[in-house]
């Protein structure tokens, strides 16, 4: 089985069968990533450009460590150093790099429909890496991958996701990936951070985060994202944390074995106690490093796939 697509642009275009392939195929490049010498020839001669527009630490290292350790070569740049400063257009930059005969490349834009505005006209293939409170779906795949690891399935789980759920495209990559994978998601937060219709994407709203930590699985914490708020949707962080942030007697109301997510970066004190971001059941530094291997196993599956990574 191949992806059916060239891009990897959100989850909605995945079939189940198909984030069944990626989350497989991931599990494989773990392997790799334990190795003394972690690198494998699959990708050599390949180019991939990594093009952010907006600032990122984790997602933009780990997909230039992925395409290294398949043998590619990496291409980073930024907006900020590129010729859009100058006043050229978002086609006419991505044009002028398909020129140069990238095979993939990977863009994180802080106006939502970036990425599937530039797949539309380039041959290339295109991973989005996160485009305004749009879509993140390397994320939502990570964030399956590490409840698979842990629970052994994805359906039948509840999946509580607090926090600023309006802001957050890794929210909404998550709650269609999850659902369609058979989880049942419950998202809570302050009202003011929860947006209108969301329950027509298949999450359920709760009344509080106790309601919505009940019974979970999986808590899944999200981060205040300040910089996409107009004003303030809350009276104080003291007052989230109260009443919003998970702590070790709020996470004792979900089950016994749930398990603690964040895609990062955290607040700590805030949305999560530094007690729970570092317990046994916190897997937020798995998350960090499966996240690699997910996006190895995107690089190759887009880039036609062996099934022995270590042939040419």
């Known amino acids: 089985m191949q992806l059916s697509g060239k891009d990897i642009l959100d989850i909605s275009s995945l079939s189940m069968d198909e984030i069944n392939l990626i989350l497989d195929t991931a599990e494989r490049m773990k392997e790799i990533n334990q190795r003394p010498v972690k690198k494998v020839p699959p990708l050599k001669g390949k180019t991939i450009v990594l093009f952010f527009h907006e600032p990122s630490t984790r997602t933009k290292l780990s997909f230039d460590i992925a395409a290294k350790r398949l043998s590619a070569d990496s291409i980073s740049m930024a907006a900020s150093s590129s010729s859009m400063v100058k006043g050229e257009t978002l086609l006419d930059t991505a044009k002028t790099l398909e020129a140069m005969n990238p095979d993939i490349i990977v863009i994180r834009h802080s106006s939502s429909g970036a990425p599937h505005f530039i797949a539309k006209h380039l041959k290339a293939s295109v991973i989005n890496g996160g485009d305004g409170m749009h879509a993140h779906p390397t994320q939502a795949l990570l964030d399956m991958m ?88 809350f009276p104080s962080e003291r007052e989230y944390a109260r009443e919003f942030g998970l702590n070790p007697k709020r996470l004792e109301k979900a089950a016994p074995d749930a398990i603690v997510m964040h895609p990062g970066p955290m607040n700590r004190g805030v949305e999560i106690s530094s007690d729970i971001a570092d317990c046994g059941r916190s897997v937020i530094l798995e998350q960090v490093s499966n996240g690699v291997a997910l996006r190895m196993a995107l690089f190759l599956l887009l880039s036609g796939g062996v099934k022995n990574v270590d042939e040419d």
Do not use: C, W
């Open 146 to 233: 590490s409840v698979r690891q842990k629970k052994g399935r994805l359906d039948g789980l509840k999946i509580a996701v607090i926090g600023d759920i309006a802001h957050s495209r890794v929210a909404r990559s998550n709650i269609e990936g999850f659902t369609k994978m058979g989880s049942e998601v419950v998202v809570a937060g302050p009202p003011t951070m929860i947006p209108i219709g969301i329950e027509s994407m298949g999450a359920r709203v709760a009344y509080s985060t106790d309601e919505a930590v009940k019974g979970a699985d999986v808590v899944m914490m999200l981060r205040i994202q300040k910089e996409r708020q107009g004003d303030f949707l």
